[in-house]
Structure formats: structure tokens, C-alpha cells
């Protein structure tokens, strides 16, 4: 698969291409939508997919998907276009198979509960001069990666979309994606300490942001606790349990996207078992100190560096604990707010902590057994 530069069609990042492909100028019939439309038999054999690598796009950002075409059969599929390819440029999926053509166009997006409203086909750089034919080959597939923005920009306004895809007038199905538009938030936790404001990393760590975004807005960590409690090392919280041993209620588990972000006061990371990286969930962990060792090793998502959330930090820290880390008392989350981030970004203080324990007593985890550390 290739993703497109909009306007002026040339190609930016390949993505894949499997088994034989190839693009030829050809006195084929047009493709379409007529007499010459592909027979039924010829349809089956080819698979429509549309993806969208996230769940959550900002406006004024790309909002990228992903459409291929796939020959599920043992034959060569040839497929004919109105237009042939460039012979100089990459193989990669047609203008008309993507967007179709202005009677019968192939992308539709739907906002809401609206009615589906098509994307309309770019037009054409140059008149056709010849037509073409693209052949598929046995299991082969094609693809492309385009920003979804640059043809519908009705995109900017927050709320679900719903996109569809029916390449070659629908003959060979459709496929659709779903994603939600909004301006960044910051996460705002409540506790009866203080609040504590974390920016978060949409870009760094998308799908752990989406995750943390979901469980948020299920008031999934609203009522919950910090569990544990280390001075100089970190507080971890969010367990549905309230013993370091819960997951999401779907048993939902993400793959790890560690990234260069030092953890250090005011860090918010996603807690996972010691033995398996790709198993955070929902219980998160916040850094009261800078510790290098943790750098690399668990997926950051947010940062809190302002006074009062460093005031809320130092507050629970001090809470008297047992020798395992467990609060005394009970030290609820009341809530997890999102608002609207500000657009030039959060001001960030240079924090040096006073402390930071030569070897931690145990990282952050999600435990297996109640008794664990």
C-alpha cells in the first residue's frame, strides 16, 4: 500500500504490495458501468478493505485510511480502466478504483446519524488518452493511504464518522471504517488531594490515548482508588479490583508503544504485566520522581507539570501506607475530566526531584495474583 499526496498525486511512503502486479496502457474495455461492467464471477474473486489506522483524529491533523483491493482466487485478474496508468510511477491503486467517477463515486462518509454524502472524485490532471488495464495477481493485493481531510473537509467538526467504500460501482462489495473527530483534551483527576491536569500524547501514543479517552468517558475510573504508593518512586491507580490485579471489563489489552519520553515527575503511564509488554489495560501509574530505568520500558501517555497538579502529587505521596505500598485509608478517584487543551500547550516547569531511590522497589505492573508486589 502507498499513501498520496492529494494534489498532485505523487506517492509518499510505500506500504505494501503483494504477489504479481502490474499496470499497462490497453485497448480493454472501459471499466464501469455499463456493458462492459465485470461479470459476477470476475467480482467474487476480488475483496474490498477499508481501514483507519486510528480511532481518534484531531481536526486541522491528517485523518488518514487505508483502502486495498485483494484477488482471493488462483487467477490473474485483469481489470479494466478508463484511463491508463502512469508507466513511469509507482503501481498503486487507480484514482477511478478509489474514488470512483462523478455518477458513481465509491467513497461516502456519513457525520452522525446523518445521510451518507459522497466524496466527489478529484478531477483528472489530463484528458485520457488511451485506456489501461490493471492486473491482479493469484493472492495478490493493492493498495493505497490517503488523507481522508483533503477531499472532505467537513471533517473538521467534532463527532463519529462512518466512511464507506464500493470500488468498481459495488460489484465487489463494500467495506466500511469508523472514527471520532475532536480537539485535544487534557485528562483532569480528581482526587480528595487535589486535581492533577495531564497533557496527553495523542501523537506519541495514540491508541494507549484512545484507550485511556474510552475508559474516561465510561466513567470507568470514576469511584476507583490508588492502590499503591511509593515516596520517591511513583502512585498507581485505576484497578477495577482495587488490588493491582484488574483489567478493562472487555479483557482488552493494548500493544506497547514506548517512545523517548523521559519518565520524571508528573509522568502518566500505562501499568502492564512484567512479562508480557503488550498487556497494558486500564490501571495506570504517576511518577513522583525522575527514574531513567523505567525510560523505554512502559508506554507514557500524558505529562502533568503544572503547580497544582506537583502540589496534588507531593499530597498523596505523604499518605501513610503499609510495608506493601497499600494506603491506609482509602484514597479515592472521584473523577476523570477531559477539557479542551490549550492550543499553544501546557507550561511546563524544569522539576528536579529531591529524590530518586537507586533501585526501585518493584515497577509498575498489572499483578496476576493479589499478593504480588
Given amino acids: 500500500m502507498v499513501r ?22 490497453s485497448t480493454a474495455p472501459a471499466l464501469a458501468q455499463g456493458e462492459n461492467a465485470p461479470t459476477e464471477s470476475w467480482a467474487a474473486a476480488l475483496r474490498a478493505e477499508l481501514t483507519a489506522p486510528r480511532r ?24 479494466p480502466l478508463t484511463a491508463a ?13 478509489v474514488f470512483g467517477t462523478p455518477h ?7 457525520y452522525q446519524e446523518e445521510k451518507p454524502t459522497a466524496v466527489p472524485p478529484p478531477a483528472a490532471e489530463a484528458p485520457a488518452s488511451q485506456r489501461g488495464l490493471l492486473r491482479l495477481g493469484p493472492h495478490g493485493s493493492l493498495g493505497v493511504e490517503i488523507d481522508l481531510r483533503e477531499y472532505f ?50 501523537d506519541a ?23 499503591r504508593i511509593i515516596p520517591g518512586f511513583l502512585i498507581q491507580g485505576g484497578c477495577p479490583k482495587g488490588d493491582g490485579t484488574g483489567l478493562r471489563p472487555d479483557g482488552k489489552l493494548l500493544p506497547a508503544e514506548f517512545h523517548n519520553a523521559p519518565f520524571q515527575v508528573g509522568t502518566l503511564a ?34 502533568a507539570s503544572d503547580e497544582e497538579s506537583l502540589r496534588t502529587l507531593n ?33 511546563r516547569l524544569d522539576v528536579k526531584p529531591t529524590r530518586s531511590p537507586a533501585k526501585p522497589a518493584s515497577p509498575p505492573a498489572q499483578q496476576t495474583k493479589p499478593n504480588e508486589p
Avoid at 60 to 74: H, I, K
Avoid at 271 to 288: E, G, H, T, V
Avoid at 323 to 336: E, K, Q, T
Fill in 315 to 347: 499530597q498523596i505521596a505523604a499518605e501513610p501506607t503499609d510495608a506493601r505500598g497499600r494506603p491506609r485509608a482509602p484514597l479515592i478517584i472521584r473523577s476523570i475530566n477531559l477539557v479542551d487543551a490549550e492550543q499553544s500547550g501546557t507550561t
Fill in 56 to 79: 481518534l483524529y484531531t481536526p486541522q491533523r491528517p485523518a488518514w485510511v487505508q483502502l486495498t483491493l485483494r484477488n482471493v482466487s488462483e487467477e490473474v485478474i485483469e481489470i
Fill in 270 to 303: 500505562m501499568a502492564r504485566k512484567p512479562s508480557d509488554p503488550n498487556s497494558a489495560s486500564c490501571q495506570f501509574f504517576i511518577m513522583l520522581a525522575r527514574v531513567p530505568e523505567l525510560d523505554g520500558q512502559y508506554t507514557v501517555i500524558g505529562q
Fill in 4 to 25: 498520496m499526496k492529494p494534489h498532485d498525486r505523487t506517492w509518499r511512503r510505500a506500504w505494501h504490495v503483494a504477489a504479481v502486479l502490474s499496470c499497462c496502457a
Fill in 205 to 227: 501514543a495514540p491508541r494507549h490515548v484512545e484507550n485511556f479517552l474510552e475508559l474516561v468517558r465510561d466513567g470507568a475510573y470514576d469511584g476507583k482508588t490508588v492502590h
Fill in 153 to 202: 473537509p467537513a471533517l473538521r467538526y467534532s463527532g463519529n464518522y462512518r466512511v464507506e467504500w464500493r470500488p468498481l460501482g459495488g460489484r465487489v462489495g463494500s467495506a466500511t471504517a469508523t472514527f471520532r473527530v475532536e480537539a485535544r483534551k487534557d485528562a483532569v483527576l480528581v482526587t480528595d488531594k487535589g486535581k492533577l491536569t495531564f497533557t496527553l500524547f495523542y
Fill in 85 to 97: 496508468p502512469d508507466a513511469e510511477g509507482p503501481i498503486t491503486l487507480p484514482p477511478e478504483i
Fill in 104 to 110: 458513481e463515486p465509491a467513497l461516502s462518509v456519513a
